[in-house]
């Protein structure tokens, strides 16, 4: 509120779940449009949740919901949970990419440069190494995987605070020479993990 007292915004963009049910707030507060987007885990099942606090969100959050002037959701699937859950005006507008960006690239190329053979079986993640993105499950994945696949390697692309649990997962199941944590890379070198990769995997909680 104190933000659009000194830059008078015409609307404002709520993102989130704690964005959503304040900027439902501030936006009848200040008298003005409110535009929700909707991603995905941010509109849990309220419907089956019925402890005191879970209530009480889901009369915010539909509350939020049902006065924007627009709610984005970026599948069908979140469109019907943001109209269960009260709004009215919604638009499914799915995540893009740039396909100047993401585009095929020569894989034999990129295997070499990065030190993968051709005839290794490589699977890819890009995420964040916190614990709600699953990375653990996919390490003990691929633990079974490389039992069952000669050249198995998965490649974890990203940082986070789960980095040490992590490594030590990794050390302790022998997976050293199957699993790769390089890190945080340049934007640019995305395309070309992916690229590089037979299979692209992204867990979630």
């Given at each position: ?26 936006s ?17 099942d ?9 209530r ?8 939020s919901?049902g006065?924007?002037?627009l ?6 699937d979140m469109?019907g949970?943001?109209?269960q ?10 995540n893009?990419?740039s396909t100047?960006?993401f ?8 295997r ?9 079986k490589?699977a ?21 995987a490389s039992?069952?696949?000669t050249?198995?390697?998965?490649v ?7 980095r040490?649990d992590?490594?030590?997962l990794?050390?302790?199941?022998g997976?050293?020479?199957t699993v790769?944590?390089p ?9 070309e ?5 037979d299979v ?6």
């Open positions: 509120a104190s933000l659009d007292r000194s830059k008078d915004y015409h609307v404002i963009h709520s993102v989130g779940n704690i964005a959503i049910e304040v900027g439902g707030a501030v009848r507060l200040r008298g003005k449009k409110h535009l929700v987007t909707t991603q995905g885990g941010d509109l849990a309220y419907a089956h949740q019925n402890s005191v606090p879970d009480v969100k889901r009369r915010v959050i539909s509350y919901l006065n924007a002037s709610v984005h959701a970026v599948s069908s469109k949970k943001a109209k859950l009260g709004a009215k005006n919604v638009v499914v507008i799915p893009g990419i100047a960006v585009r095929p690239m020569n894989k034999p190329e990129l070499a440069k990065y030190g993968y053979s051709l005839t290794d490589i890819v993640s890009v995420s964040r190494l916190v614990p709600k993105n699953g990375m653990d499950d996919l390490i003990k994945a691929a633990a079974r039992r069952e696949l050249g198995f390697r998965l974890i692309v990203g940082e986070g605070s789960q040490s992590l490594e030590r990794i050390r302790e199941m997976l050293g020479d790769e944590l890190g945080s890379v340049p934007n640019a070198q995305i395309p993990y992916l690229n590089l990769s692209f995997v992204r867990p979630s909680r």
